[in-house]
C-alpha cells in the first residue's frame, strides 16, 4: 500500500480497516510525537501502577495529565525482536531473522519513522534505538530506521528543525536503563529503603535480591529523569500539548524468570500517553494493548495511511474512549505474544521457541520446542542477563549459588529448569505464574480452547513456527556472538540469509 497523506475528504471506515478513520482532523494539525523508551523497563515497577518504592514522577505525570494503560505487552521479550515490532507495527514472527536477538532487519518492511520522515516530519533518536544488531546486513546502507542520530539529544534535535517553517517532528528518545550492568549497592546508596522493595513469589526474599532490585530501580529512575527533561523543553518550547507523549519499556527486567521469558514479568510492560486536550486525563485503560499497536497509532495520528503489512491496530479508539466495535471489543480481550532466540546458550545454535496468551483471567503458554533446557543447557544458562555467567551479587547469582539449598530449589527449578509443552496460570489466584495447571482435567477444555485461539491468530499472522519453516530462526546467524561461537562475518551489505 502507498503510505501517503491522506486527503480532508478521506471517508470514514470500520476501525478493523485501520484506515484514517480515527483523528478528529479539524481539531488539530498533524502532532509531535515523543517517544520514550527505557532497555529492559517491565511492569509494574513505577508509580503510577502501584510500586510504593521506586520513584518515576515523569511517568507518574504522563499518566496522570493522560492515559495509563493496566495490560501492555510486548511482542517479544527480547531486545532486537520486541525494538522492530514496535518499528514495523508487526509481531515479531514475521520479520524474518529480525524475530531473533542480534539480528537485523530487511529494509523493504515499512518502518512508522522513515513513514513519517517520507510526508515531512523532522525524525530522529538518541541513544537505543534499534537493535542490537546489524543494520546493513538488511540493506540499511545509509539510513536507520528511527532517523539521523542526535548525540547530544532531544535538545540537539529541536535545535535542528527548521525555524522559520518547523515541521512536526517524530523523536525517539531511548537509553541503556535500566539493562544490566548494575553499580552494586547503588539503589540502596541512593536511599531506598530495600526491605520495603516487593519480591516477586519465584525469588526467594532475601537482601541480595532485595539490593539487586534497588540497583535495577536507580536506574528505572534515571531513565524517567530524562523523560521528566524532556517534558520540560516540550514546554519551555511552548509544543507540549501539542505533542504525543508515550512512554515505556521494551520488555521485563533482565532478572531470571523475566526478561527472555514469556511470563508476565517479561512480556508485560509500563505503558503511559498523553497527548494535551485529546486524551482526557486520568484516564485507565484496562483492556488489551500491544506495543505493536504504536506504530499504526502514530501513523494514524499523522494523517498517514497505514500498510497493509501492519498487524497492530491504532490505539486512538480506546485513547477517546469511543464505543468500540464488537469485532474491536472482542480483539481487545486477550493479547499474544512469543519469543524466538535470545542469545545462543546450546551447542546447536537453537532458540526457546514459545508463544502466549493472556486473557483477563488466564495466561496459557506453548513451549515449541520442549526437549530444549529454556534458558540455556546448564551449567551456561546464558539466556538471561547477566549472560554466560554467574553473575556475583546479582538474583541469578543466588539463585546459581544456592541452588542446592532446600529454600532455593524451588525458584532455582522455575527460573532454569525444564519446561513442558504447555502452561496454563489463573492469573486471578496465581498472579506470579508459579503453579501450573496444564494436565490437570479440570482445566483441559480451558486450554483447548485457549490453544486453539492462539493457533489461529499465529496462522492468520503467518507464523512460521505454525505454517511451517519455524526452523529457519534457528538458523539465523547471531551477530554478537556468542560462548559456543564467535560472531559471523555478515558478508556484503544487504545480504540475505
Known amino acids: 500500500m502507498a503510505c501517503q497523506l491522506a486527503s480532508p475528504d478521506f471517508d470514514a471506515q470500520d476501525i478493523t480497516a485501520k484506515v484514517l478513520s480515527e483523528v478528529d ?52 521479550p527480547s531486545c532486537t525482536p520486541s525494538r522492530n515490532a514496535i518499528f514495523t507495527g508487526q509481531y515479531h514472527w514475521r520479520l524474518q531473522e529480525g524475530a531473533n536477538l542480534w539480528s537485523s532487519l530487511d529494509s523493504t518492511i515499512p518502518v512508522y519513522p522513515l513513514l513519517l520522515e517520507a510526508n515531512g516530519y523532522h525524525v530522529g533518536h538518541w541513544r537505543k534505538s534499534w537493535g542490537p544488531g546489524r543494520l546493513k546486513v538488511g540493506g540499511y546502507t545509509d539510513t536507520h530506521p528511527a532517523g539521523k542520530k542526535y548525540q547530544q539529544g532531544f535538545a540537539q534535535f529541536l535545535q535542528a528543525r527548521d525555524k522559520k517553517a518547523p515541521n512536526p517532528f517524530c523523536f525517539w528518545l531511548g537509553a541503556s536503563d535500566p539493562h544490566r550492568g548494575y553499580k552494586p549497592g547503588s539503589g540502596q546508596q541512593s536511599g531506598m529503603d530495600i526491605d520495603k522493595i516487593a519480591v516477586p513469589g519465584f525469588w526467594p526474599n532475601v537482601e541480595q535480591i532485595r539490593s539487586d532490585i534497588a540497583d535495577y530501580y536507580f ?37 531470571p524468570r523475566c526478561k527472555s521469558n514469556c511470563y508476565d514479568m517479561g512480556v508485560r510492560v509500563p505503558l503511559a500517553i498523553r497527548w494535551g486536550k485529546h486524551v482526557q486525563a486520568g484516564k485507565r485503560i484496562k483492556e488489551f494493548v500491544s506495543l505493536i ?82 534458558v540455556g543447557n546448564p551449567p551456561l544458562f546464558g539466556d538471561t542477563d547477566p549472560a554466560r555467567s554467574i553473575g556475583k551479587g546479582t538474583t541469578k547469582g543466588y539463585l546459581l549459588t544456592h541452588k542446592d539449598d532446600e529454600a532455593v530449589q524451588r525458584s532455582y527449578e522455575l527460573c532454569f529448569g525444564m519446561r513442558p509443552l ?35 491468530e499465529l496462522v492468520a499472522t503467518k507464523d512460521p513456527r505454525v505454517i511451517g519453516g519455524g526452523e529457519k530462526f534457528d538458523r539465523y546467524p547471531h551477530y554478537g556472538g556468542s560462548a559456543w561461537r564467535p560472531a559471523p562475518n555478515p558478508g556484503k551489505p544487504g545480504t540475505k540469509k
Open 422 to 456: 504447555e502452561e496454563l496460570y489463573d492469573m486471578a489466584k496465581d498472579p506470579d505464574q508459579l503453579h501450573n495447571l496444564a494436565g490437570r482435567p479440570d482445566h483441559q477444555e480451558v486450554m483447548d480452547n485457549l490453544w486453539a485461539q492462539l493457533r489461529g
Open 219 to 255: 536506574e528505572v529512575q534515571r531513565f524517567d529523569r530524562d523523560v521528566g527533561a524532556a517534558l520540560q523543553l516540550l514546554e519551555e518550547s511552548g509544543e507540549l500539548e501539542n505533542t504525543i507523549v508515550v512512554v515505556t519499556g521494551d520488555h521485563g527486567m533482565p532478572f
Open 293 to 374: 499497536d504504536l506504530a499504526p497509532t502514530f501513523l494514524a495520528a499523522a494523517k498517514i495511511t497505514i500498510p497493509d503489512e501492519m498487524t497492530g491496530r491504532s490505539l486512538w479508539p480506546l485513547l477517546r474512549g469511543d464505543a468500540l466495535s464488537e469485532q474491536e471489543a472482542v480483539a481487545r480481550e486477550h493479547v499474544i505474544f512469543g519469543k524466538e532466540r535470545h542469545v545462543p546458550c546450546r551447542p546447536d545454535h537453537s532458540g526457546y521457541p514459545t508463544r502466549g496468551i493472556r486473557t483477563a483471567r488466564w495466561a496459557y503458554l506453548r513451549n515449541l520446542e520442549p526437549s530444549r533446557w529454556p
Open 25 to 76: 482532523r479539524p481539531a488539530l494539525d498533524r502532532p509531535n510525537i515523543l517517544f520514550c523508551i527505557a532497555d529492559d523497563w517491565g511492569w509494574p515497577h513505577a508509580g503510577a501502577h502501584g510500586d510504593a518504592t521506586i520513584k518515576t514522577p515523569a511517568f507518574d505525570r504522563v499518566a496522570k495529565e493522560g492515559a495509563l494503560f493496566e495490560q501492555c505487552y510486548v511482542s517479544s
